[in-house]
């Protein structure tokens, strides 16, 4: 079955510094979609990408599909405390293919 | 709207019982997927249903566990018997057109059982 793979599993960063998780896929994608976790809550849905090499930008954070549509990253810029918590990417391959979750990027913030 | 909701929030049980997780999602949605989180697997898929029909169970884990959608508006997950193994969080999320666009979770049940 459809595989998604994350890294790394967990990222310490000192506050300000930059932030990158990666997400690969053992096929090729319809779309792909981040969510948050913050700790002890549920994932929240942060935004889609379904265009090869595909480029959108929340604020402080980027996020890029491929141009294979087997990988995605999202980048945080100058981290802050309140970007503390899990990021996940979920892939579906298309058709009536559920989200695969990938493990998730646990994002730990040093002040 | 209050967005997915999930019930109960906390369960414990002892291995051997029925337990029953329960779902309302958002009222208008089609989709309702069932989540189970652990440490080890992360987010797995457990079984999705797009207008109360399921689509997609083949991340249910073994017989013992089971999911129903009589409406749109209610879903439950049953696991009977339960074992140690199935402790884990479970999540019920909701979209408003498959798989391919934005899911909402609810809060999420937390099982032990012991």
């Known amino acids: 079955g459809q595989q998604v793979m994350q890294i790394p599993q967990y990222q310490h960063v000192q506050e300000g510094e930059d932030f990158t998780t990666y997400c690969n896929s053992s096929?090729?994608?319809?779309?792909i979609q981040w969510y948050k976790q913050r700790p002890g809550g549920h994932p929240v849905f942060l935004i889609q990408?379904?265009?090869?090499?595909e480029v959108k930008k929340q604020k402080r954070l980027t996020f890029q599909f491929g141009e294979a549509k087997k990988n995605s990253s999202l980048h945080i810029t100058a981290t802050q405390t309140t970007d503390v918590g899990t990021y996940f990417c979920?892939?579906?391959?298309?058709?009536?293919?559920?989200?695969?979750f990938g493990k998730g990027t646990h994002l730990i913030i040093q002040p | 709207d209050a967005g997915v909701i999930q019930s109960p929030r906390h369960e414990v049980t002892e291995m051997g019982q029925e337990v029953t997780l329960r779902c309302k999602p958002i009222?208008?949605?089609?989709?309702l997927f069932w989540y189970r989180q652990t440490m080890m697997r992360g987010l797995e898929l457990l079984i999705y249903?797009?207008?109360?029909?399921?689509?997609?169970d083949s991340g249910m884990p073994e017989d013992r566990f089971s999911a129903k959608m009589p409406n749109a508006s209610f879903s439950t997950l049953k696991i009977q018997p339960s074992e140690p193994r199935d402790s884990a969080v479970y999540f019920c999320?909701?979209?408003?057109?498959?798989?391919?666009?934005?899911?909402?979770f609810g809060q999420g049940t937390r099982l032990t059982v012991v």
């Open positions: 999320a909701s979209t408003a057109g498959g798989p391919r666009t934005e899911a909402f």
């Open positions: 096929t090729t994608l319809s779309n």
């Open positions: 990408l379904v265009k090869s090499g």
């Open positions: 979920a892939g579906s391959g298309g058709g009536a293919d559920g989200l695969t």
């Open positions: 009222s208008g949605h089609n989709s």
């Open positions: 249903f797009n207008n109360n029909v399921p689509i997609d």
